[in-house]
């Protein structure tokens, strides 16, 4: 009898040629073709359907072989079960603080939370007080959907053994959404946190597209996991810890009764007649992670499972000969991709760091847009005299001089008589300087109109050193974000005078200082700060700032620092430490016109032609360079102390 073909029939063909022979039955027909005898295929029938070719793991496994991936997630299933007790105790100090009640809610235990429920209570937290992240969306897609697989966080837990996954990591922002409706000190600092758990685990793949037989990729998903548990757990502690503290220090001066009621190594509230425990007890040891650092753990685990999917692909296309090392091209290329990810992080982080500075500014006005337009817009408000004076500076050696000298520098402009009348030639020629140099939209250009701003309020905190110093930081930033997105501005976020920079003078000189330290060597900065002697508030304050600003052109170090100032008071510091000082009468002979296009091009032009003069110089010239020059350009300090800045200040 002759034996009977077999017909394998499969979705696709296998990438693996060899492999796909011998799955297809041509193999064993083959053998069957150089069997002498029909007694002989007996023994090569035991031969069929022993094996099978897996995809997945790239080898022959016996049939019906089942991957049991449910061992590699021991790690997270031990910390699913503290996590889950710590979410219940969690829940217990939340019904303590009344916040059920609070926002009409029913607090579940952790184990029985759905979708509708969590859905429900967000959006009776949304009705309560608006939230400022979409985490409505990021809940739902902590849930495993079969119809849906479009959520990036449904990758993992498709590979988790049950769903109870997707109901403590979802359960775990809801509850502690609700607690922030009571904890209202940190809120945003937390509405943050839980926003970068997000962006973290933005980048992933399903797992359901890639190599599900790969156990570097199990065992990467299930640090994943480790560590989204790990975040929660800290965010919990943190603002039971505030509770716990605020709720504390009223209790330090009762008698020692009181303090045994607390118990020896424990935290405890009294709260309706009640004791609640911290949600982590053990972390009165301090030897556990910080939040940032949870995070930073968080990325690493995601960075580390993107690596094993990246190869893990390769390897089931065939792309990988497991036996032969990564190309040293392909290695670079993959660092190069990491790279980018890590710049892209840092971008999004910074953007969200400026806009939220910026946005606590309220109704002030750093940007000083609307002054320039204001003094060009009346310019046929000024005489034949006053735009002969403003051709005479534009001409001058000292501000060409100044504008094309490589070194940080100051350059002060005075007329015999100071300034009275808001359309006056210094303003306008600020204001046209400004203007021409901005058009290059190559450099920062900072400005403040001291007149004109104190024209809008006499407020100090407006018009003032502190508004000045406010306005300058948030056009830094606002230039930074737009033209320089690579500077780290969000490492400042963890310094003091980064929030406090709005309210203080020695602050925001720090701030200042700090963002300028940020600029990508060789960048050029240029500071206009017109009619000095116009700032309101204490002029001890302004002489401290001006003393403050030549520090920080002191000892700045690959950027270069243009400061321009009109008209300063007679007692000013600027008149002993300028470099460059162009003094002129009140009457200068012209031809009582201006033009401020043919003005405008001529400064751009020749800013343009400057800087591209010297950076040719500076590359013939960095071969020639001795270790003793070397040595001198070590020698700035970067400890300059701003104590002289604002020694006396008070906070605003």
């Given at each position: ?14 990438t ?7 799955e297809?039955?041509?193999?064993f027909?083959?053998?069957l ?25 790239d ?124 904890h ?175 946005s606590?500014?309220h ?19 000024l ?34 008589t ?32 001291c ?8 407020d ?44 203080n ?38 002489h ?77 010239e ?9 040595e ?11 104590d ?9």
């Amino acid at each position: 009898m002759e034996p009977s073909d077999t017909l394998v029939r499969r979705k696709r063909w296998l990438t693996n040629q060899p492999a796909e022979f011998v799955e297809n039955g041509a193999a064993f027909r083959a053998l069957l073709d150089l069997a002498e005898s029909p007694e002989e295929w007996g023994d090569l029938k035991e031969l069929e359907n022993t094996s099978e070719y897996s995809s997945d793991l790239d080898k022959f496994v016996p049939k019906d072989t089942i991957l049991n991936d449910s061992k590699y997630y021991q790690d997270s299933r031990k910390r699913k079960l503290e996590f889950q007790q710590k979410l219940e105790r969690f829940a217990c100090i939340l019904k303590s603080r009344n916040v059920d009640k609070e926002l009409r809610i029913e607090i579940r235990d952790p184990e029985h939370f759905d979708l509708p429920y969590i859905l429900d209570i967000i959006d009776k937290i949304e009705k309560h007080k608006t939230m400022k992240r979409p985490y409505k969306a990021f809940v739902r897609r902590c849930f495993r959907r079969v119809e849906e697989n479009k959520a990036v966080i449904e990758g993992i837990l498709s590979f988790v053994p049950d769903d109870i996954y997707g109901s403590l990591i979802s359960g775990g922002f809801t509850l502690i959404l609700a607690g922030l409706e009571k904890h209202t000190e940190e809120r945003e600092a937390t509405e943050n946190f839980l926003t970068e758990i997000q962006d973290r685990l933005s980048g992933i793949q399903r797992l359901h597209d890639i190599h599900r037989g790969s156990p570097g990729v199990h065992s990467c998903a299930d640090a994943i996991l480790v560590s989204v548990f790990t975040v929660l757990e800290r965010i919990m502690e943190k603002i039971t810890k505030d509770w716990q503290s605020s709720f504390l220090d009223p209790l330090k001066s009762v008698s020692s009764n009181v303090k045994r009621l607390i118990g020896k190594g424990r935290k405890t509230k009294l709260l309706d007649g009640t004791v609640t425990t911290s949600v982590n007890p053990q972390a009165e040891s301090g030897n556990v992670q910080s939040i940032p650092e949870a995070l930073a753990e968080l990325q690493r685990c995601v960075d580390r499972f993107q690596n094993e999917v990246d190869l893990a692909t390769k390897e089931m296309i065939g792309s990988i000969d497991k036996n032969i090392k990564l190309d040293l091209k392909e290695m670079e290329q993959n660092s190069l991709e990491q790279t980018a990810r890590s710049k892209r992080r840092v971008q999004k982080e910074s953007s969200r760091a400026i806009s939220t500075w910026l946005s606590e500014l309220h109704d002030f006005d750093y940007d000083s847009m609307t002054d320039i337009k204001d003094c060009i817009e009346h310019v046929e408000q000024l005489d034949g005299n006053d735009k002969n004076v403003s051709e005479r500076i534009m001409d001058s050696e000292q501000l060409n001089d100044w504008l094309q000298d490589e070194q940080s520098s100051f350059l002060m402009i005075d007329l015999q008589t100071p300034q009275s009348e808001l359309n006056n030639p210094l303003s306008f020629t600020s204001a046209l300087l400004a203007m021409s140099l901005r058009s290059t939209e190559k450099y920062p250009v900072l400005s403040f109109f001291c007149m004109h701003r104190n024209m809008e309020s006499p407020d100090e905190a407006v018009s003032g050193p502190l508004g000045m110093i406010k306005s300058l930081n948030g056009q830094l930033l606002d230039f930074m974000n737009q033209k320089r997105p690579d500077s780290n501005v969000a490492q400042l976020k963890k310094e003091e005078f980064f929030s406090k920079s709005k309210k203080n003078l020695k602050h925001g000189v720090s701030l200042l200082k700090a963002l300028l330290s940020l600029l990508p060597d060789g960048d050029v900065v240029f500071i206009i700060l017109d009619c000095l002697s116009c700032l309101s508030g204490d002029e001890r304050k302004c002489h401290k700032l001006v003393k403050a600003l030549n520090k920080i052109l002191e000892s700045q170090e690959g950027t270069s620092i243009r400061v321009l100032v009109t008209d300063p008071s007679a007692d000013s510091p600027l008149r002993r430490i300028a470099h460059w000082q162009l003094h002129l009468p009140d009457v200068v002979a012209g031809g009582d016109t201006v033009d401020l296009d043919e003005t405008t091009q001529r400064i751009s032009k020749g800013l343009v032609d400057s800087h591209h003069t010297s950076d040719e110089e500076d590359d013939s010239e960095n071969s020639e360079e001795t270790e003793d020059e070397a040595e001198d350009d070590s020698d700035f300090s970067s400890n300059e102390d701003d104590d002289e800045t604002d020694s006396n200040d008070d906070d605003d």
